[in-house]
């Protein structure tokens, strides 16, 4: 026997708990590894082959999407004022277009994600105050 709540609402409707479910389901925890992984392949030496510029730009794009989510889920603005600066510099680099040809666009690539180390650091010196 179950007992209503006249007084009680659900907090969500079907449809948001769906939504809510689906993002549980993609939600993938931070990989440090995988991220080095990747920066390492950009910043190599060795220029990316032309057809994995755009793999390896959205690999690093995925990774600072995470980072400034994790970031702004941490609160780190309120507790390092640079925190905020970095936050809004990974959101830039990560709105860029990739520029078309793949001189320029392995030059931005390598250019660009040098910032994901930057917040990397910044996020594991928060972590550890």
Not at 84 to 89: E, F, G, K, R, V
Not at 92 to 97: D, H, Q
Not at 110 to 129: D, E, G, I, K
Request: contains cysteine.
């Amino acid at each position: 026997m179950t007992v209503s709540d006249p007084g009680w609402t659900p907090p969500l409707d079907a449809t948001e708990l769906a939504t809510v479910l689906e993002s549980v389901r993609r939600w993938r925890p931070f990989d440090g590894d995988a991220l080095l992984d990747d920066v390492g392949e950009v910043l190599d030496n060795v220029v990316p082959a032309e057809e994995n510029v755009g793999y390896l730009a959205d690999l690093l794009g995925d990774h600072l999407a995470q980072l400034v989510n994790i970031a702004v889920a941490a609160e780190a603005s309120d507790k390092d004022p640079a925190a905020d600066c970095l936050i809004q510099q990974a959101r830039a680099v990560g709105a860029k277009r990739l520029p078309a040809g793949p001189g320029p666009a392995a030059q931005q690539t390598h250019r660009s994600f040098y910032v994901p180390s930057t917040p990397n650091s910044a996020a594991a010196a928060l972590r550890w105050r």
